[in-house]
Nanobody, 123 residues
Framework: VQLQASGGGLVRPGGSLRLSCAAS????????MGWFRQAPGKEREFVAA??????TTVYGNSMKGRFTISRDNAMMYLQLSSVKPEDTAVYYC???????????????????WGQGTLVTVSS
Protein backbone atom coordinates (compact mmCIF):
# COMPACT_ATOMS: atom_id res chain seq x y z
CA VAL A 1 0.00 0.00 0.00
CA GLN A 2 1.28 3.46 -0.88
CA LEU A 3 0.06 6.85 0.26
CA GLN A 4 0.32 9.82 -2.05
CA ALA A 5 -0.02 13.35 -0.72
CA SER A 6 -0.76 16.19 -3.12
CA GLY A 7 -2.06 19.74 -3.27
CA GLY A 8 0.85 21.67 -1.81
CA GLY A 9 2.09 24.92 -3.25
CA LEU A 10 2.62 28.60 -2.63
CA VAL A 11 -0.13 30.43 -0.74
CA ARG A 12 -0.30 33.95 0.65
CA PRO A 13 -0.73 34.59 4.38
CA GLY A 14 -4.41 34.42 5.23
CA GLY A 15 -5.13 32.23 2.23
CA SER A 16 -6.42 28.68 1.90
CA LEU A 17 -5.22 25.42 0.43
CA ARG A 18 -6.52 21.86 0.34
CA LEU A 19 -4.23 18.86 0.60
CA SER A 20 -5.27 15.38 -0.49
CA CYS A 21 -4.01 11.92 0.39
CA ALA A 22 -4.76 8.89 -1.73
CA ALA A 23 -4.03 5.24 -1.00
CA SER A 24 -3.11 2.78 -3.72
CA UNK A 25 -2.10 -0.83 -3.87
CA UNK A 26 -3.45 -3.69 -1.81
CA UNK A 27 -6.14 -3.00 0.76
CA UNK A 28 -5.15 -1.67 4.15
CA UNK A 29 -7.58 -1.33 7.01
CA UNK A 30 -6.58 1.96 8.53
CA UNK A 31 -8.08 2.72 11.91
CA UNK A 32 -6.73 6.25 11.89
CA MET A 33 -5.22 8.45 9.20
CA GLY A 34 -3.38 11.62 9.97
CA TRP A 35 -1.37 14.59 8.78
CA PHE A 36 2.00 15.62 10.10
CA ARG A 37 4.32 18.39 9.01
CA GLN A 38 8.00 19.14 9.21
CA ALA A 39 9.55 22.56 8.76
CA PRO A 40 13.26 22.99 7.94
CA GLY A 41 15.38 22.36 11.00
CA LYS A 42 12.41 21.30 13.12
CA GLU A 43 10.98 18.01 14.32
CA ARG A 44 7.96 16.40 12.72
CA GLU A 45 4.79 17.91 14.20
CA PHE A 46 1.31 16.45 14.53
CA VAL A 47 -1.32 18.35 12.56
CA ALA A 48 -4.56 16.35 12.63
CA ALA A 49 -5.95 12.84 12.59
CA UNK A 50 -9.27 11.22 11.73
CA UNK A 51 -10.73 7.90 12.85
CA UNK A 52 -11.84 6.13 9.71
CA UNK A 53 -14.93 4.41 11.12
CA UNK A 54 -16.77 7.34 12.73
CA UNK A 55 -14.79 10.40 11.53
CA THR A 56 -13.71 11.39 15.04
CA THR A 57 -11.08 14.12 14.61
CA VAL A 58 -8.07 15.28 16.62
CA TYR A 59 -6.07 18.46 16.00
CA GLY A 60 -2.77 19.91 17.00
CA ASN A 61 -3.14 22.94 19.27
CA SER A 62 -1.88 25.53 16.80
CA MET A 63 -4.10 24.21 14.00
CA LYS A 64 -7.41 24.02 15.83
CA GLY A 65 -9.96 26.29 14.21
CA ARG A 66 -7.86 26.90 11.11
CA PHE A 67 -7.37 23.43 9.65
CA THR A 68 -10.03 20.83 8.90
CA ILE A 69 -9.39 17.14 8.32
CA SER A 70 -11.96 15.07 6.47
CA ARG A 71 -12.27 11.95 4.40
CA ASP A 72 -14.50 10.30 1.87
CA ASN A 73 -14.53 6.67 0.80
CA ALA A 74 -11.12 6.73 -0.86
CA MET A 75 -9.32 9.95 0.09
CA MET A 76 -8.30 11.99 3.08
CA TYR A 77 -8.12 15.79 2.98
CA LEU A 78 -6.68 18.65 4.96
CA GLN A 79 -8.21 22.06 4.41
CA LEU A 80 -5.80 24.79 5.48
CA SER A 81 -7.35 28.21 6.13
CA SER A 82 -6.03 31.48 7.51
CA VAL A 83 -2.53 30.20 6.88
CA LYS A 84 0.51 31.83 8.46
CA PRO A 85 4.16 31.88 7.41
CA GLU A 86 4.88 29.45 10.26
CA ASP A 87 2.64 26.89 8.52
CA THR A 88 5.35 26.52 5.88
CA ALA A 89 6.46 22.89 5.93
CA VAL A 90 6.39 19.58 4.14
CA TYR A 91 3.05 17.95 4.96
CA TYR A 92 2.90 14.16 5.22
CA CYS A 93 -0.09 11.87 5.35
CA UNK A 94 0.07 8.67 7.35
CA UNK A 95 -2.09 5.69 8.25
CA UNK A 96 -2.19 3.18 11.06
CA UNK A 97 -4.19 0.04 11.70
CA UNK A 98 -3.68 -0.22 15.46
CA UNK A 99 -4.00 3.40 16.57
CA UNK A 100 -6.35 4.48 19.34
CA UNK A 101 -7.40 8.01 20.20
CA UNK A 102 -4.82 8.38 22.97
CA UNK A 103 -1.85 7.76 20.70
CA UNK A 104 -3.17 9.28 17.48
CA UNK A 105 -0.82 12.27 17.85
CA UNK A 106 2.28 10.05 18.03
CA UNK A 107 4.01 9.60 14.65
CA UNK A 108 5.50 6.31 15.82
CA UNK A 109 1.99 4.82 15.95
CA UNK A 110 1.59 5.15 12.17
CA UNK A 111 2.70 2.33 9.89
CA UNK A 112 2.37 3.91 6.46
CA TRP A 113 3.66 7.27 5.26
CA GLY A 114 3.30 9.26 2.08
CA GLN A 115 6.14 11.15 0.47
CA GLY A 116 5.06 14.63 1.55
CA THR A 117 3.88 17.76 -0.20
CA LEU A 118 5.44 21.18 0.33
CA VAL A 119 3.32 24.09 1.51
CA THR A 120 4.95 27.51 1.39
CA VAL A 121 3.19 30.47 2.96
CA SER A 122 4.68 33.71 1.71
CA SER A 123 3.62 37.04 0.30
Amino acid sequence: VQLQASGGGLVRPGGSLRLSCAASGRSFSARFMGWFRQAPGKEREFVAAIKWSDRTTVYGNSMKGRFTISRDNAMMYLQLSSVKPEDTAVYYCAAGSRIILSNSRNPEAYELWGQGTLVTVSS
